[in-house]
Every structure is written in C-alpha cells, then in structure tokens.
C-alpha cells in the first residue's frame, strides 16, 4: 500500500506564498508521475502541475508563470511553490502520483487527503 501525506496549506493573502509538501511512502519500487490538482467548491477537480521523475514538467493554465513544481525522486516528495497567489487560488489541493510497486508491476494512480489553502482578498 501507499499514501500520499501532504502539508502546507492555510490561510495567505492575495499576492503571498506558500510552498506545498507531499510525501509518499509504503511498497514503492518507483514514482512515474507525481503532481498537483485543485478542487474549489462547485467546480471540477483541475490540473494543477505534474512533473516526471526525469523532471520533465507540465502546468494548467491558471499555474503557468506563478506556480513551480519540483520533486526530490530520492525523497518520493513533490512540492509545488505558489506566488502572486489569487483568491481565485482558493481550493483543496490534492497530491497525486503514478507509483510502481516493489512488485513492480504496472503502476496505480494514488490520491493524498488533500490540503486547504484560502487565499483572501
């Protein structure tokens, strides 16, 4: 089994920071793809930003030029740096990640609980 913990979310005003943490850990061989969606209330889950363990990255359109993605494949952590955040920021953030077991068999796609971060105007 595996989980996804994630941390660093809360409360910031509109054109702060925050950096968000997610650390996987359980039976893992190796993490394909780890990355970041977005839900706000009344609206579809969103993608946030994804990055491949060979650093290879992928934005929304609401996260280009604000947001970074990074990981520690040694760690099986992915971060995620928002500036100039926005009320319209505001959502649970869920960490996600495409994990190969110590099986090593095919991979499964592998949700954390999430994280709230509100951004005031």
């Known amino acids: 089994q595996v989980q996804l913990v994630e941390s660093g979310g809360g409360l910031v005003q509109a054109g702060g920071s925050l950096r968000l943490s997610c650390a996987a850990s359980g039976s893992i061989f190796s993490i394909n793809v780890m990355g970041w969606y977005r839900q706000a209330p009344g609206k579809s889950r969103e993608l946030v930003a994804t990055?491949?363990?060979?650093?290879?990255?992928n934005y929304g359109d609401s996260a280009k030029g604000r947001f970074t993605v990074s990981r520690d494949n040694a760690k099986n952590t992915v971060y995620l740096h928002m500036n100039s955040l926005k009320p319209e920021d505001t959502a649970v953030y869920y960490c996600?990640?495409?994990?190969?077991?110590?099986?090593?068999?095919?991979?499964?796609?592998?949700w954390g609980q999430g994280t709230q971060v509100t951004v005031s105007s």
């Open positions: 996600n990640a495409d994990v190969i077991g110590a099986g090593r068999g095919r991979s499964y796609d592998y």
């Open positions: 990055i491949t363990s060979g650093g290879r990255t």
